[in-house]
């Protein structure tokens, strides 16, 4: 999964899918600087958060699951989800990430427990993907959606078909 922070109208386009469409149709352009790619970590990110490998009450739950999906009718054209968080969304995020240390959520990081859940790549992980992979991805989060709000930013996240193993 991969977060882009962008302005609420970009080049004169205010609706969500217009402007997924220029990010992400054939030939988009991103602008630089302002992705995150949080990899296959995304779903045990959000167990960490939430407790839960899909849902989760709000702001936590909007970190990674949230949002507005754009493409029930258009992944095909996108090759891709991509989900829609408003400005007025981004901003409770930022305050929950930066008010949370992973300590807080790093409790949750159970094994046998996010296995049982079906949590993306839990069968791989070991004991040491708390402090190697999770916790980076939660310090990069924070960062990104802070610096979303500082911008009034809406975020845009993607989550494209991994390859079979």
Known sequence: ??????PPVL???????VVARRLFGAG??????????LGGAWQAVHYLLTGDPWDGPQPEGDVVCGGRLLTEDGADELGRDVIYLEPARVAPIAAYLAATPF??????????????????????????VLDR?????????????????DAGE????????????
């Open 133 to 149: 992979v999770l916790a980076p991805a939660y310090a990069a989060l924070g960062r990104f959606f802070g610096q979303a709000a």
């Open 28 to 37: 988009g352009a991103r602008p630089a600087g302002t992705a995150l790619d």
């Open 103 to 128: 300590g807080a959520v790093a409790g949750r990081f159970d094994l046998t427990a996010m296995k049982a859940a079906h949590v993306q790549d839990a069968d791989a992980f070991d004991d040491g």
């Open 11 to 17: 080049d004169g386009a205010a609706d969500p899918a």
């Open 154 to 165: 809406a975020v845009y996240k993607a989550m494209e078909e991994r390859p079979a193993r």
């Open 1 to 6: 999964m991969s977060f882009l922070r962008v």
